[in-house]
């Protein structure tokens, strides 16, 4: 009859899911991190869009790339005014 139960493959299993339980937990948090920093930059991204929209009857207007989004996500207005500023001091 087949009622034995390989107790190597069941260990292994067992032993499998551990790892895997370990290996998601260590890399959790820096996911988190990364996933977070992703949604400042888009809102970032956004933000500068939206001054667009409304500087460029004033002429005024930022340029909207990976790396500006990416400072006005992580200082939020703050930063959108650093590069304004930064913009027409440099021109």
């Known amino acids: 009859m087949a009622d034995w139960v390989d107790w190597n493959l069941a ?4 032993f499998g899911l551990f790892i895997l339980y370990f290996i998601l937990r260590a890399f959790f948090k820096p996911l988190k991190i990364v996933f977070r920093v992703l949604l400042w930059t888009i809102a970032g991204g956004l933000a500068i869009f939206l ?3 409304v ?3 004033w002429g005024l207007a ?3 790339n990976l790396i500006s989004a990416f400072i006005v ?3 939020g207005l703050p930063g959108l005014g650093a590069l304004i500023v930064l913009k027409y001091l440099l021109v």
């Open 73 to 75: 996500g992580m200082m």
């Open 55 to 57: 500087g460029v009857g």
């Open 51 to 53: 001054y667009n929209l």
């Open 11 to 14: 260990a292994a299993i067992i």
């Open 62 to 64: 930022v340029g909207l």
